[in-house]
């Protein structure tokens, strides 16, 4: 995977109904809603680790059908902790199918991590859709993040045949430090965070169910469940985003609606980063092409 080409990611996302997106090149799925292996046919047995934010049926309701045609001992399906529904759907999901085994349904706590590769993780993040004491969180984001070793600032600007000796002697873990970089960010169903966690991600994928803040009322627990487009877009402006992909909407929305608000609110915050959109009804297919 190389720093400069794109991720291919297909994804499906209408509120309400069915959200998943997978990312090709880290062999993931995230959220698994209704018409997930219908979308992908063949390329859902790419799949190998699964991530689910949140046990909200239209995040999750393909799992069935995907683990039936899927199922092996390199899948893994991995989910928030303390969401009953899951341990019950692979105990049905076991019986309904009983000649499907070898999937590893995983449970994540906030702040857990999946090693996708050497240098490369998923990162489990609380979110607040669904509101919980800390240590019991239900709803989750996810980051994947490259990590890399740099040299500490102190030894920066030192001649190449000192760091050599300092290697040697001391070791690399000693004279270098971890480095994270967002590759991606994934919302999963939440309102926006304005406490820097995005900062820099290459893609962010958000979820925008309504248009504007304005349309839900002060008391609605929509409110502090989904984010609105303005918040998205006002956020996303400060957090140095490489590409945002907006998905989620709610289908009270004509697709003119969205990108007419999509244009007005790229115009008020400045934004100069592309913004993909992942229309209600509508499969988007390799999502960042042309970003
Ligand atoms: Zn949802």
């Not at 504007?212 to 918040?231: G, K, N, T, V, Y």
């Amino acid at each position: 995977m190389s720093p400069t080409k794109p991720l291919t990611i297909t994804g499906y996302s209408t509120a309400l109904f069915s959200t998943w997106y997978f990312i090709d090149e880290l062999a993931c799925l995230f959220d698994c809603g209704d018409g997930m292996s219908a979308g992908l046919l063949q390329k859902s047995r790419k799949i190998r680790h699964v991530f689910i934010s949140h046990a909200d049926r239209d995040h999750l309701a393909g799992l069935l059908q995907f683990n039936q045609l899927n199922a092996r001992p390199e899948l893994s399906i991995h989910f928030p902790r303390h969401c009953g529904s899951f341990p019950a759907l692979a105990a049905f999901s076991g019986k309904f199918d009983p000649q499907v085994t070898g999937t590893k349904w995983l449970p994540l706590d906030p702040g857990d991590e999946v090693q996708l590769r050497a240098d490369l993780v998923v990162r489990a993040v609380a979110n607040r859709h669904i509101e919980s004491v800390p240590s019991r969180s239900k709803s989750l984001s996810y980051f994947v993040e490259a990590i890399s070793r740099k040299l500490k600032p102190e030894h920066l600007g030192k001649p190449g045949d000192v760091i050599a000796a300092l290697r040697s002697q001391k070791g690399e873990r000693a004279i270098t430090e971890e480095h994270r970089r967002i590759k991606l960010a994934f919302s999963g169903d939440t309102p926006i965070e304005t406490d820097g966690r995005y900062d820099d991600a290459e893609v962010l994928i958000h979820e925008s169910t309504f248009l504007s803040s304005d349309e839900i009322a002060a008391d609605d627990p929509c409110l502090i469940r989904h984010s609105a487009l303005d918040q998205v877009m006002e956020m996303a402006s400060n957090s140095r985003i490489g590409t945002l992909i907006l998905g989620h909407f709610s289908t009270r929305y004509h697709d003119h609606q969205i990108l007419e608000a999509i244009d007005r609110l790229r115009e008020r915050y400045k934004i100069e980063f592309p913004i993909k959109v992942v229309l209600p009804g509508q499969i988007g297919r390799d999502v960042l092409a042309d970003a």
